[in-house]
Each structure stands twice: as structure tokens, then as C-alpha cells.
């Protein structure tokens, strides 16, 4: 009988001689392979240490290529570091698709049964797979009437933590952002009877999310990714219970929308559940860290923090008759260009994006480099996205004005870059794939930031603004969420001691003017 060691040896074996005949199968047409410093193993040790930021610090290293090839033993990534090469990429959405993706969070992440998985990639009567229709039905929810329902609900149920944020003295900024956007975000969204108000259903999310990566080898995940897979059944099973109790009857047109239809397609409860445990990380897993990262840079610049205060003032605050100061989303969305040109700013050199897309069937790139089916290519915002051809001589610079249309002055109008030019800004994602909870989530962080920088002064423990180590294993994360926290001193700003403060949204048309790739 083989013992434990012997099989062990054997699957070592089995994995090195697959490894060997893929590096040895490596068509002269491909992209060039690139090597590591650990044979074999290198690239997939690294993706495992950095998170998706690895494929931005590959293709940094290697900037001179505009393609290569990294081998993670098992599968090929195809890493593109030209903006050229990327519009041939998104003009292949039939062979370069990225519902795959999707298919996997379900099976790796959310952990939903064979069946449902099956029903997953089960053509609909619409004519696309059940996954495809249950993201094309969020995207009504996220415009429109949808949009500002949510948006009124979820920033005013911001304000009660930013009016106690100015009687702590000291604080974790980022606890306290992450624990404010996930209630507002989340009770917005799922209504009164919302599972993350159980600060442990809150807490088994954060498990789930931050110790992410080992769980996606699905290989016994209770025993090997304890924490994260403890986290996600807890959760589950709070959201069981809130369907059961027909919590979603009363929530948002996005929360219905996500139980009816695969209810209708025959998905249980609990897969309907474990499902959505995943819909925290489009609503929780890049906000919360691209909302610190806001508030960081803006006020560790005293200059834009001024000029920005000033602007909002001016534009976005209202007065009303009791003297209560009422900030209206709507004005920080059409009246603020300053405000919503450094936010982007912030996320382009903030993101370590790298939208992602699986090759269907073999496809030639730039005329000269063969990608062959069933691999992956991947991205990087950290070189695409910050590429000199797009932005000129300021491309690693922070400019908080460099999202504003042209200015006038003298009569001279200021020629800028146009920075909607394809390949410009990666942080919503590549079109034709783009983030549908964007408008959402950057109403919410406007939001955050313009009444905090107006009410409060903040200023970190031992006064200096030095970034905080972040963590990979999130690695849904494209924004450096924290490895821990980050103190903070807040003092209330002596101007406007004595005021109360309230948000508004005047009903519009709802979408933010955001750069997309």
C-alpha cells in the first residue's frame, strides 16, 4: 500500500512533468515566455505573494516588451503592456470574452454546487447563459431612478458615521471607512432587514475577502483556507435566513433582480445565497480602500485639500432655512470638476487593475503573436494605464487636474491631452467589460470625501502621512485594501462648530462624467 509520502512524491512528479512538457509545448508564435527566479513554480509563487498587482510589476519589469508570456504551470498568461495591442484585444469580444470569470468566482469563490454551476453556463431564453443575464440585470438597477434611490438612501445612511467621526479624537481611518461604507452600501442595497447589520455577518465578509487567495485552489478549503471559507458560510447562511424571511422583498431593484432570476432558472436558496455572498466584493472590495485612499490624498495635500473645500463650498453646499449645511450629490457630480478629477486621478495611480479576458479559440495580435485557446490575458493598469503615449511626460506625476476639460484664461484656451482616449484609465475596467456599480460606488466615495474634508481636519499619529503596507491575499482588490489600519487624529474644523450637517440628491441623471478605457 502507497503511504502518504509516496503518493505526495508521485503527485510531485506528475506536476513537474506537466510543467516540463508545457514549457516545452511553448509555440515560437506566442508571446515570449518570460522566466522567474524560482524555476517552474516562480510565477504562480509570486501571483500567490502579490495578488493581481504581480502581473503590473511583471509587466513594469519587462516594460520594453509590449507582450509576453508568463507560465503558472497549469495555464499561460498572456500580460500586454501596449495600449496598441490592448484596442486589438477589446476589438475581439466574441474570442476574447469574460464570462469564464464569472463562472469561476462561482465555483472557487462563492462555492455553489455542480448543478447550479451547470445551470451558470446553461443557455436562457434570451439567448445568453444564465450568468450573463444575472449581470445584464444589474444594469438597470445601477442607472436612472434605480440609481438615486439607492444613492439618497445610502448617503444619507452615511451621515450618522461621519457626525460621530468628529467625537472619537483618534481613530483607525481605515476601520472606520470600512466599517461605514459596508453598512451604508449594504443597507441601501439590501433593505431593513440587511445580514451585514449583524456586525458578525460584517465580520465573516472580511474573513472571506481579506484571506481570499488560498481559497481559490478549492482544495479542501475548510482544512487549507479555513478563515476565508468560515467567513463565506457564515455569510451564506445569513443570507439564507434573509431570503427565507423574504428580506429581499422589501430591498432594491438590484437585490431582487439578483434573487429572481436565478430563482426563476431553478438555483436554490443556497446557492441564490452563497452567490451573493460574491456581490460583496463589487460592493465592498474596491470602494472601501479607493475611499480611504481618497480621503489620504486628499488631505495629506494641504493645497488640493484647500482648493478642493473651496470648491465644494461654493458649488455643492446649500444652506437651508434652520442653518442646516445640506451637501446635494448632484452638485458634487456636476458642479465639482476639480473634486471629480482628482478622485479619478487618485484611482489611476492608486489601481493596480489588470482587466483579464480568456482566449476561445486561437486569435494572431499585432500580426505577429499567437494566442492560443484556452489561456488567459491579463492587463495591467500599472503600465497600460499609466503609459507615456497616453499621457505624456506627467504619466507617473499626480495631477489633480488632469481629468478637467480644457480651460480658459486670457482668452487662451489651455490644450490638454484627451484623456478618454482608449487605453487612458483602467480602473472601471476595458471596454467592452466596464464596471456597472460604478456610478454607485463613486457617488458614495464623492460623498465621503466632500463632507468629511468640509467638517473635519485629520492628521495621522506622529503627524506624517507615510502609506500603510497592503494586503494581496484580497484578491478581488484592485485598490491596496490595508493590511491593518491606519490611526488618525480628527478635530472638528473651528468654522463650522455648532452646524449641522445633511445630504441631499437632487434627482437627475444620475450617471457621473467618469473616464472609462
Known amino acids: 500500500m502507497l503511504s502518504l509520502g509516496h503518493i505526495l512524491i508521485l503527485g510531485l512528479v506528475a506536476v513537474l512533468g506537466f510543467a516540463l512538457y508545457r514549457r516545452q509545448s511553448h509555440d515560437a508564435r506566442e508571446p515570449p515566455l518570460v522566466s522567474s527566479s524560482i524555476p517552474i513554480f516562480g510565477h504562480l509563487i509570486g501571483l500567490l505573494w502579490y495578488g493581481v498587482a504581480y502581473f503590473g510589476k511583471q509587466a513594469e519589469k519587462h516594460s520594453t516588451r509590449p507582450i509576453f508570456s508568463l507560465d503558472l504551470v497549469f495555464n499561460k498568461i498572456y500580460v500586454i503592456s501596449s495600449p496598441a495591442l490592448m484596442r486589438n484585444i477589446q476589438q ?30 446553461s443557455k436562457q431564453p434570451s439567448g445568453a447563459t444564465l450568468a450573463t443575464d444575472i449581470l445584464h440585470g444589474m444594469h438597470p438597477s445601477l442607472l436612472g431612478k434605480s440609481l438615486d434611490q439607492m444613492n439618497e438612501r445610502m448617503i444619507r445612511l452615511l451621515r450618522p458615521f461621519i ?13 472606520w471607512t470600512r ?39 478549492n482544495t479542501l478549503p475548510w482544512l487549507t483556507a479555513r478563515t476565508a471559507w468560515k467567513g463565506r458560510e457564515t455569510l451564506a447562511s445569513a443570507f439564507e435566513d434573509y431570503y ?34 460574491s456581490m460583496a466584493f463589487a460592493l465592498l472590495s474596491n470602494t472601501v480602500p479607493a475611499a480611504f485612499w481618497a480621503l489620504y490624498d486628499m488631505f495629506s495635500r494641504a493645497d488640493l485639500l484647500k482648493q478642493i473645500r473651496d470648491e465644494v463650498q461654493a458649488n455643492a453646499v446649500h444652506i437651508s432655512e434652520d442653518g442646516t449645511h445640506v451637501i446635494d450629490l448632484a452638485d458634487l457630480r456636476d458642479e465639482c470638476p476639480l473634486l471629480m478629477s482628482a478622485f479619478q486621478e487618485i484611482l489611476r495611480t492608486r489601481s493596480s487593475s489588470s482587466p483579464t479576458r480568456y482566449v476561445t479559440k486561437e486569435l494572431m495580435v499585432g500580426d505577429r503573436y499567437l494566442l492560443k485557446e484556452g489561456h488567459v490575458v491579463m492587463m495591467p493598469a500599472i503600465s497600460i494605464g499609466r503609459n ?21 484664461s486670457d ?13 487612458g484609465f483602467m480602473s472601471f475596467g476595458v471596454s467592452p467589460v466596464i464596471c456597472p456599480g ?3 460606488a463613486s457617488g458614495e466615495i464623492l460623498g465621503l470625501i466632500a463632507m468629511t474634508v468640509m467638517r473635519f481636519d485629520v492628521l495621522p499619529v506622529g503627524g506624517i502621512w507615510k502609506d500603510p503596507p497592503t494586503n494581496p491575499k484580497a484578491i478581488t482588490s484592485i485598490m491596496g485594501p490595508l493590511q491593518g489600519g491606519f490611526d488618525v487624529n480628527v478635530r472638528p474644523r473651528k468654522e463650522f462648530e455648532g452646524t449641522s450637517w445633511d445630504f441631499t440628491v437632487t434627482e437627475g441623471k444620475s450617471r457621473y462624467p467618469l473616464v472609462i478605457g
Open 411 to 423: 482668452n487662451q484656451t489651455e490644450k490638454k491631452k484627451d484623456p478618454r482616449r482608449v487605453g
Open 163 to 175: 457626525d460621530e467621526l468628529g467625537t472619537v479624537g483618534t481613530v483607525d481611518l481605515y476601520e
Open 179 to 217: 466599517h461605514s461604507i459596508t453598512i451604508a452600501s449594504t443597507d441601501s442595497s439590501y433593505g431593513d432587514m440587511n445580514p451585514y447589520k449583524d456586525r458578525k455577518a460584517e465580520n465573516a465578509f472580511w474573513d472571506f475577502e481579506n484571506n481570499l487567495s488560498p481559497l481559490i485552489a
Open 438 to 440: 460604478r456610478h454607485f
Open 388 to 408: 507615456p503615449d497616453v499621457w505624456g511626460s506627467t504619466n507617473r506625476d499626480f495631477d489633480p487636474r488632469r481629468f478637467m476639460k480644457a480651460t480658459h
Open 92 to 121: 475581439n469580444p466574441k474570442t476574447l470574452v469574460f464570462e469564464p470569470f464569472t463562472l469561476f468566482s462561482a465555483e472557487r469563490m462563492a462555492g455553489v454546487s455542480p448543478r447550479t454551476l451547470d445551470l451558470l453556463k
Open 244 to 277: 427565507n424571511r423574504g428580506g429581499h422583498e422589501d430591498s432594491s431593484d438590484l437585490t431582487l433582480g439578483r434573487f429572481q432570476i436565478p430563482q426563476d432558472a431553478g438555483v436554490t436558496v443556497r446557492d441564490i445565497a452563497l452567490l451573493e455572498t
